[in-house]
Nanobody, 128 residues
Framework: QVQLVESGGGLVQAGGSLRLSCAASGRTFSSYAMGWFRQAPGKEREFVAVITWSGSSTYYADSVKGRFTISRDNAKNTVLLQMNSLKPEDTAVYYC?????????????????????WGQGTQVTVSS
């Protein structure tokens, strides 16, 4: 069982930066691939980024590639999402999610339905 708590959301102007944090409980954090998803009003939840259990591999949605960076600290049970050059279209509720997986790559990393645990979400609003 893993419990996830996101923090770091807020209101920022276009071009600004935010860093989201996800704190995980449980002793098996390093067994999980950790993903970030987002959901804007009226839209489906979409994949943003994922980092493998060891941190050796990361994958990003095309819409955030080059602007967002995902990282993790297994000693602190924490995963971060550094978001730079934010755009109004990045406005959404951002969710942290955990998936039991040790593969360096899996198509499941991109699908919300493959993740077993979710946080409550944190709101990110980017003004133009």
């Amino acid at each position: 069982q893993v419990q996830l708590v996101e923090s770091g959301g807020g209101l920022v102007q276009a071009g600004g930066s935010l860093r989201l944090s996800c704190a995980a409980s449980g002793r098996t954090f390093s067994s999980y691939a950790m993903g970030w998803f987002r959901q804007a009003p009226g839209k489906e939840r979409e994949f943003v980024a994922v980092i493998t259990w060891s941190g050796s591999s990361t994958y990003y949605a095309d819409s955030v590639k080059g602007r967002f960076t995902i990282s993790r600290d297994n000693a602190k049970n924490t995963v971060l999402l550094q978001m730079n050059s934010l755009k109004p279209e990045d406005t959404a509720v951002y969710y942290c999610a955990a998936q039991v997986a040790r593969a360096s790559y899996s198509v499941s990393y991109y699908y919300a339905g493959a993740y077993e645990y979710w946080g409550q979400g944190t709101q990110v609003t980017v003004s133009s």
